[in-house]
């Protein structure tokens, strides 16, 4: 009765062909359900995250057309063998559904099926719940394999409709949005010529996510972090300054704008809607801000960045290359139809997916975070690197990319990562004779979220503050709390010349008002 259950069970026996190949386009559909997700998101306001390309889209479509028919090709397969061949489908099909439960929340969480940490938290009961579920599948797979398929199969048939949906909304999107037009950058690349004035020259640096009491206060003794104690030791370091917020979106415009942002939300592919202190809101691209004030004074304004789009929100930068936050594999913009068809299959490995995304990012952002830091005169040079930003992708004691490192203190790896970087833009100034000419500002958006609660470290919302000036020499330790906000101000400063000496510096930030502590709870 089981073997001939089975038997009867459309993808294995001699069922209808036609619900085999439902099933299977299906099945390959869910497969590539986060991806279906980046780029259908483009029709919506979340295309402010995106860079994709009509190339990315059609290599989704290919991509589930090929997972289909190999799927429909190994089942058939699969029946020769009998017993073990319908136990491998339902393992395949099992996997499926688990890997994309897996997959469900946001893009940074490692997964439902994730236990190390709430077992070090504590959380027993969180952490065998889903080892538990997993169990349980397992045996009720075994018990009752023909069942088992049955209900399976069935569930992804049911989903069919929904290959229609996205392939249709897929279409749609193409002809109406043309994403290889309407996310394109529309200021000039980096690279290209840039009048050369004389003047101030001021490059502002944010490290995104680096805490200050990690990568200096208290930092192990075997991370060595030389760049970054070569730039403090010319330098302010203003060591008491708390972040302006808890998330990029909130920081970086706050930063740039002097407004107190509160939040901010995307409104369309190339705005963001900011929401300032007393309630008004202000759109991003229409606020005044560090780059535009940079040009207004007769300087050029060049961005390198990552997660927002600077190169479509600021029209008029005299240079700019920026990162999408959302391209889990899909970057056919920069790499072409065949890498990007190759990047969604390897974006299916889970725990990888987003390593080898911001491998990518990193290596070209450093190419371009040097060639931005040598262009030009006078003006600003708005450096917003992604280093120290998790996942962990940097091994401080070999100094290469790794892909396997999934502790918490791998942090400390792209803090290393994160001095590499500032190494890179110092030496390429260097080389050309601008470092010494120019004023120099790190700080951070915000600090290090992604700390486990087992690790009882304290409450410290501080990020670096450091100030160099041109011709900078001796390092001066600066105390008073301050709110990372002061950097607009001194770099306003900077850029009109008249901060000239280190005391200048710390007499600017003895008439800043006092830092108070954050109120607003950390959200992702």
């Keep these: 009765m089981r073997g001939a259950a089975l038997r009867g069970t459309g993808l294995l026996g001699t069922g209808l062909r036609g619900k085999d190949v439902a099933v ?84 940074l969480a490692t997964g439902v099926f994730t236990v190390i940490d709430p077992w070090k938290n504590g959380k027993y009961l969180e952490a065998l719940a889903p080892v538990l579920v997993l169990l349980l599948i397992t045996a009720v797979a075994v018990k009752w394999p023909a069942a088992t398929l049955r209900r399976t199969v069935g569930l992804v048939y049911v989903l069919t409709p929904f290959v ?8 749609l999107l193409l002809v109406q949005v043309d994403p290889s037009a309407a996310l394109a950058p529309t200021t000039r690349a980096i690279g290209t010529a840039v009048d050369s004035v ?59 704008s002097g407004l107190p942002v509160t939040d901010a939300d ?16 202000q759109e991003w691209s229409e606020a005044p801000n560090l780059l535009t004030e940079a040009q207004a004074l007769g300087g050029v304004a060049i961005a390198v960045g990552w997660y927002h789009p ?67 005169g006078r003006g600003l040079i708005f450096l917003h690197a992604i280093a120290p930003h998790t996942p962990w992708i940097w091994d401080e004691t070999t100094g290469a990319y790794t892909l396997t490192r999934f ?8 803090l290393a990562l994160a001095d590499a970087v500032l190494g890179d833009i110092r030496r390429a100034m260097e080389q050309a004779g601008q470092w010494d000419s120019a004023a120099v500002v790190l700080v951070s958006d915000h600090v290090m ?26 390092g001066v330790t600066y105390d008073r709390p301050l709110s990372a906000m002061v950097a607009h101000g001194l770099v306003q400063a900077l850029l009109r010349g008249t901060l000239r000496t280190n005391e200048d510096v710390t007499t600017w930030l003895d008439a800043q008002p006092v830092a108070r502590a954050l109120r607003r709870a950390p959200t992702r």
């Design 198 to 256: 004389r003047g101030p020259r001021v490059i502002l640096i944010v490290m995104d996510a680096m805490t200050r009491r990690l990568a200096i206060d208290a930092r192990p003794a075997g991370l060595k972090l030389p760049e970054l104690d070569r730039l403090r030791a010319q330098s302010v370091d203003a060591t008491q300054v708390s972040q302006i917020g808890w998330v990029t979106k909130v920081s970086v415009p706050a930063l740039l």
């Design 407 to 414: 502790e918490p203190d791998g942090y400390y790896g792209n």
């Design 24 to 107: 299977a386009l299906s099945l390959a559909n869910l497969v590539f359900l986060r991806i279906w997700g980046e780029i259908l998101a483009v029709s919506s306001p979340d295309a402010y995250y995106s860079s994709l390309a009509n190339g990315d889209v059609y290599a989704v479509m290919v991509n589930v057309l090929l997972l289909g028919g190999l799927i429909l090709g190994a089942t058939a397969i699969a029946r020769g063998f009998g017993r073990r061949g319908r136990m491998v489908i339902i393992a395949g099909f099992v996997g499926v559904i688990v890997m994309q439960l897996n997959g469900i929340g946001p893009e």
């Design 449 to 474: 979220r992604y700390r486990p609660a087992y690790l009882k470290e304290p409450d410290d919302r501080r990020v670096p503050l450091i100030v160099k000036l041109p011709g900078g020499s001796g």
């Design 266 to 281: 995307p409104a369309d592919d190339n705005e963001l809607l900011l929401t300032l202190a007393s309630g008004r809101t």
């Design 310 to 376: 600077y190169c479509r929100m600021f029209t008029s930068l005299d240079g700019c290359a920026t990162y999408a936050a959302r391209m889990v594999g899909s970057r056919a913009r920069e790499t072409g139809f065949w890498r990007a068809l190759l990047d969604q299959q390897l974006a299916l490995i889970p725990y990888l997916r987003l390593r080898l995304r911001q491998i990518d990012i990193v290596k070209a952002q450093r190419r371009d975070l040097v060639r931005a830091a040598t262009s030009g």
């Design 164 to 171: 229609a949906v996205t392939f249709g909304r897929a279409i």
